[in-house]
């Protein structure tokens, strides 16, 4: 009759794994209704982006601006 005495400590690696890889992960979980953040919220760092202008074109606009004027400047003068 074969025994199979790797199969245990196969299996027991296995399980050590998958909990691991679950504690470690960083999930959100759920408890009473509760959407609770990971772990590691506390320790993330925080990405801060400043609000921009409204107008996406801005630099654009201003340049536009800024060469009408040279022109304007330019046709004055002669």
Excluded: H, W
Excluded at 22 to 35: E, S
Excluded at 57 to 77: M, S
């Amino acid at each position: 009759m074969k025994t199979s005495s790797g199969r245990p400590g196969l299996l027991l690696s296995l399980a050590a794994a998958v909990a691991s890889s679950a504690l470690f992960t960083g999930c959100q979980t759920t408890i009473g209704g509760q959407t609770l953040p990971s772990p590691d919220y506390l320790t993330d760092d925080v990405q801060y982006f400043p609000a921009g202008p409204e107008n996406k074109l801005t630099n654009q606009i201003e340049a536009a601006k800024k060469q009408a004027a040279e022109k304007k400047k330019i046709e004055q003068g002669f």
